[in-house]
C-alpha cells in the first residue's frame, strides 16, 4: 500500500481481475470487475474507513474506481467499471485516487480517534469502540456504555475534542511490534486483527491507538468536531 506516501503512483502491475466473481485474463470496455495490483495508493476498506475512489488507467485504458475492498484480509481489490479500451493481466497502470474525498475521510478518521478518548474520559475507561464508519461526510461511533449519554455530557465531550484540534498537536506515527505498543499505552481495537508489526497514531498525549488508516499531520487540521 503506497497511500501513506502518495496519492498517485505509476507503473501499477496489474496480477489479477475478478470478473462476475471469477478470475479472467482480460476484461472489456463495458465491464464491470475488480482489479488487484502488485501495488495501490488506493485504500482499501477497513478500520471503519471507506475505500478510496478514483481511477486506474494507460494510454486508451481507462477503469473507473468506485470502491476499494479488501480480500482475503490483505489483497487491495479496485472495484469499478472499464470505460475505455481493454484491460488484461500483466498490463501496467497508473492510479490516481480522489484526493478531496480522502482528504475530507482523514479528517473524520482523526476526530474518531479523538472522540475514542473523550468518551473514555467523560464516561469512564469501560468504553470500548464496537465499530464505526469514517466516511468523507461525516463519522459514526458505536461503543459499549450503560445508559444513554446525557446532553450535558455530551457538550462536554464534544468540547474536549474542539480542545485537541485547536491544541493542534502533530499526529505521530510509530511502527513497533505489539507489545511495545502496549506499553507504549496503544489501545487496540475490537475486532480488528494487527500482526506482529503495527502501526501506532499518537496525537498529542491524548490518543493514542493501534490503527492502519490514513490520518491528518496534525490535529488542527480537522479544524471543527
Same mark, same amino acid.
Given at each position: 500500500?503506497?497511500?501513506?506516501?502518495?496519492?498517485?503512483?505509476?507503473?501499477?502491475?496489474?496480477?489479477?481481475?475478478?470478473?462476475?466473481?471469477?478470475?479472467?485474463?482480460?476484461?472489456?470496455?463495458?465491464?464491470?470487475?475488480?482489479?488487484?495490483?502488485? =501495488?495501490?495508493?488506493?485504500?482499501? *476498506?477497513?478500520?471503519?474507513?471507506?475505500?478510496?475512489?478514483? =481511477?486506474?488507467?494507460?494510454?486508451?485504458?481507462?477503469?473507473?474506481?468506485?470502491?476499494?475492498?479488501?480480500?482475503?484480509?490483505?489483497?487491495?481489490?479496485?472495484?469499478?467499471?472499464? *470505460?475505455?479500451?481493454?484491460?488484461?493481466?500483466?498490463?501496467?497502470?497508473?492510479?490516481?485516487?480522489?484526493?478531496?474525498?480522502?482528504?475530507?475521510?482523514?479528517?473524520?478518521?482523526?476526530?474518531?480517534?479523538?472522540?475514542?478518548?473523550?468518551?473514555?474520559?467523560?464516561?469512564?475507561?469501560?468504553?470500548?469502540?464496537?465499530?464505526?464508519?469514517?466516511?468523507?461526510?461525516?463519522?459514526?461511533?458505536?461503543?459499549?456504555?450503560?445508559?444513554?449519554?446525557?446532553?450535558?455530557?455530551? =457538550?462536554?465531550?464534544?468540547?474536549?475534542?474542539?480542545?485537541?484540534?485547536?491544541?493542534?498537536?502533530?499526529?505521530?506515527?510509530?511502527?513497533?511490534?505489539?507489545?511495545?505498543?502496549?506499553?507504549?499505552?496503544?489501545? =487496540?481495537?475490537?475486532? *480488528?486483527?494487527?500482526?506482529?508489526?503495527?502501526?501506532?497514531?499518537?496525537?498529542?498525549?491524548?490518543?493514542? *491507538?493501534?490503527?492502519?488508516?490514513?490520518?491528518?499531520?496534525?490535529?488542527?487540521?480537522?479544524?471543527?468536531?
Amino acid at each position: 500500500f503506497l497511500g501513506y506516501e502518495a496519492h498517485a503512483a505509476d507503473s501499477l502491475a496489474v496480477v489479477a481481475i475478478l470478473k462476475d466473481g471469477l478470475p479472467v485474463d482480460v476484461i472489456a470496455a463495458g465491464d464491470a470487475a475488480i482489479v488487484f495490483t502488485a =501495488a495501490t495508493p488506493f485504500y482499501a *476498506e477497513s478500520g471503519g474507513q471507506v475505500g478510496d475512489t478514483g =481511477a486506474l488507467s494507460a494510454a486508451g485504458v481507462l477503469f473507473n474506481v468506485s470502491d476499494t475492498q479488501k480480500f482475503a484480509g490483505q489483497f487491495h481489490g479496485h472495484v469499478g467499471t472499464l *470505460e475505455q479500451g481493454t484491460l488484461k493481466v500483466g498490463d501496467s497502470l497508473s492510479g490516481a485516487i480522489d484526493a478531496a474525498r480522502r482528504g475530507a475521510t482523514i479528517l473524520n478518521h482523526s476526530a474518531t480517534h479523538l472522540l475514542h478518548a473523550a468518551l473514555r474520559e467523560v464516561l469512564g475507561t469501560h468504553v470500548q469502540q464496537k465499530g464505526s464508519l469514517v466516511a468523507p461526510d461525516r463519522l459514526r461511533f458505536d461503543f459499549s456504555h450503560f445508559q444513554p449519554i446525557t446532553a450535558d455530557e455530551l =457538550a462536554v465531550i464534544e468540547r474536549k475534542v474542539n480542545e485537541q484540534i485547536r491544541a493542534n498537536n502533530a499526529a505521530e506515527v510509530h511502527h513497533m511490534g505489539m507489545q511495545e505498543a502496549l506499553d507504549f499505552g496503544a489501545m =487496540a481495537l475490537f475486532g *480488528e486483527k494487527y500482526g506482529e508489526n503495527v502501526r501506532v497514531l499518537k496525537m498529542g498525549d491524548y490518543s493514542t *491507538e493501534l490503527c492502519g488508516g490514513t490520518h491528518v499531520s496534525r490535529t488542527g487540521d480537522i479544524g471543527l468536531f
